[in-house]
Nanobody, 117 residues
Framework: QVQLVESGGGLVQAGGSLRLSCAAS????????AGWYRQAPRKQREWVAG???????NYADSVKGRFTISRDNAKNTVYLQMNSLKPEDTAVYYC???????????WGQGTQVTVSS
């Protein structure tokens, strides 16, 4: 059973930075499309950033130029570097992985990010 565990969330002032990590219990990121999602209070979960097994990255317009997703296959970990944080980035951030050919996906438990103004 694969598990994803996020870490790195916390409280930061606007303009600050945080790096989120998502560690997998198995070596799945090398064969997965992985991504970060977030859910703010009273809002639907939204996609933030994604990285394919080939290393191609994509970002939501709201975070483009400020967030960077990356992957370390040797550590079975995906990262989300978040710079120039804004209060509207406040949310619970979730890691997601969809291994190719497995016909299922995986979610982490979430990590809270709070940006104060």
């Amino acid at each position: 059973q694969v598990q994803l565990v996020e870490s790195g969330g916390g409280l930061v002032q606007a303009g600050g930075s945080l790096r989120l990590s998502c560690a997998a219990s198995g070596n799945i990121f090398s064969i997965s499309t992985a991504g970060w999602y977030r859910q703010a209070p009273r809002k639907q979960r939204e996609w933030v950033a994604g990285i394919t097994s080939g290393g191609r990255t994509n970002y939501a317009d709201s975070v483009k130029g400020r967030f960077t997703i990356s992957r370390d296959n040797a550590k079975n970990t995906v990262y989300l570097q978040m710079n120039s944080l804004k209060p509207e980035d406040t949310a619970v951030y979730y890691c997601h992985a969809e291994p190719a050919g497995w016909q299922r996906d995986y979610w982490g438990q979430g990590t809270q990010v709070t940006v104060s103004s």
